[in-house]
């Protein structure tokens, strides 16, 4: 049987936590039926899509007029991109396809990409969701043909007599092989193959022969009159491609620390054929996956400890923007990256502002902003006046509603000492300890509360 810490630790890292009964029901099954039946779950794509049908509208309309109708359909676009990002939050907190919509949020940050047109916008992300899980070259070939990926990078403007270098150069810095393994003539080379790459108005792909460079390329050593395709298939030849991609994966769902025996098992495996799937299978089956020194040693991104705490305690926000401005604040705002490179991760999640807001936003969003006293005669004058001006600062801009009774029941029988073992990634440290020895316990709410609001609970 698979042991409880370890089903856990791969929730944690592929979820976003797990409750107390469906742990028992997979402490009864071995490693191979958990991981077996969270592929399963995760076989059917999904699309997540938000209605559109104004901005259509506004699309079909002849050509003058959808220049006139530019400012709105823009301003549209915007609030539908919110709109978006708010059904991917619902969707992340909700959903029991959890590997492949964990896959669609780390691919998210790794083709990245945003655009002011929210057909576009919607229409990639969908392509993230339904690659995530799939082959990695038919993926990055679906990518390099999307609406929003020839506008951000530049291939709309990637012609025979004059290219542009910003996709080839990203496909492979950041995309498929990492800085130091090719060439500035590999850039220039493979530009050329990817001229003539352009859309419809529909955002669909469209191959414009008459700007496309039709001559013999010289790439990666091999002569030929490349496109696109082709391109992606010779660096995919190369086995730093697959290693890359190992190094991503093992730092997002094992450990910011590279341990590059595993990530070299990881890569071999990955070589043979690309298959995504067949991947996370090996890493989500080896027996290093689980071992201590990868559980409860990663930082939670914001969106994991937002949707963590969604899925410990199902809170609504009485006003959606409040839970995009949480996003802003905290450093990860979702369909809105940071630059092309997306979010580093690890430890520049926390600084000094997030980590204050980081400690206090479980008491804000589920109990407005009140953590138990501490027990009578240690009251801490500095803590209490803290927590004031905290309030002050950030209390009237979350107003939410806590939904305990859904905690109530999945926590029922689970006696209030063990609750930690449930909240927590990670061991407590002495001070932690301390501290939670220092309040008051009324309730399983009020403990909880006091959990999430601990150090280690920016752990997973």
């Known amino acids: 049987m698979m042991d409880r810490k370890h089903i856990q630790h791969l929730y944690w890292r592929i979820g976003f936590g797990i409750a107390p009964s469906p742990l028992a029901l997979l402490a009864k099954k071995n490693k191979k039926q958990v991981v077996d039946a969270l592929f399963k779950a995760s076989e059917t794509v999904e699309p997540l899509k938000v209605d559109t049908a104004e901005l259509e509208t506004l699309m079909a309309a002849p050509y003058e007029d959808m220049k006139g109708n530019m400012r709105d359909f823009l301003k549209l676009s915007k609030e539908k991109t919110k709109e978006l990002n708010l059904a991917w939050i619902d969707r992340l907190t909700t959903t029991n396809a959890l590997l492949r919509e964990k896959m669609t949020l780390f691919w998210a940050n790794h083709f990245v990409c945003e655009d002011n047109n929210f057909i576009y916008t919607q229409k990639f992300h969908n392509t993230l969701r339904a690659h995530a899980l799939g082959n990695f070259k038919d993926f990055v070939m679906a990518i390099s043909k999307e609406a929003a990926m020839t506008k951000y990078l530049n291939t709309k403007q990637n012609k025979k007599q004059k290219p542009n270098e910003n996709f080839a150069r990203e496909l492979m810095e950041l995309f498929t092989l990492g800085v130091g393994h090719y060439t500035e003539t590999d850039i220039k080379e493979s530009a050329r193959a990817f001229t003539g790459y352009g859309h419809d108005l529909k955002g669909d792909f469209v191959f414009r022969e008459r700007q496309h460079d039709d001559g013999n390329k010289t790439f990666f050593g091999k002569i030929g009159n490349f496109d696109g395709d082709a391109i992606i298939a010779i660096i995919l030849e190369n086995p730093q491609c697959a ?35 067949k991947l996370m299978r090996f ?41 995009l401005y949480l996003q802003k604040l905290l450093g990860q705002t979702l369909l809105d990256p940071p630059n092309v490179a997306g979010w580093k991760g690890g430890r520049s999640w926390i600084d000094s502002n997030t980590i204050v807001l980081r400690l206090k936003l479980p008491s804000l969003l589920l109990n407005k902003g009140y953590i138990s006293k501490v027990k009578q005669g240690d009251i801490d004058a500095v803590a209490e006046a803290s927590k004031a001006i905290f309030q002050k600062q950030y209390g009237k801009k979350f107003a939410t509603t806590a939904h305990w009774e859904t905690f109530n029941e999945h926590y029922k029988n689970v006696p209030i000492q063990d609750l930690k073992s449930y909240v927590l990634a990670c061991d407590m440290h002495k001070p932690a300890n301390a501290y939670l020895d220092g309040l008051e316990k009324t309730s399983k709410q009020d403990y909880c509360i006091q959990l999430m609001s601990l150090p280690e609970y920016q752990m997973c």
């Open 283 to 323: 890493v989500l089956l080896s027996d290093w996956f689980y071992e201590e020194q990868n559980r409860g040693s990663k930082i939670k991104s914001p969106i994991e400890f937002l949707v963590g705490i969604k899925t410990m305690v199902p809170v609504s926000f009485n006003n959606a923007k409040q839970e």
């Open 243 to 277: 290693h890359f991609i190992c190094e991503k994966i093992y730092r997002y769902f094992v450990n910011d620390t590279l341990d590059e025996v595993r990530v070299n098992e990881m890569a071999q495996v990955f070589y043979a054929d690309y298959d995504i799937e």
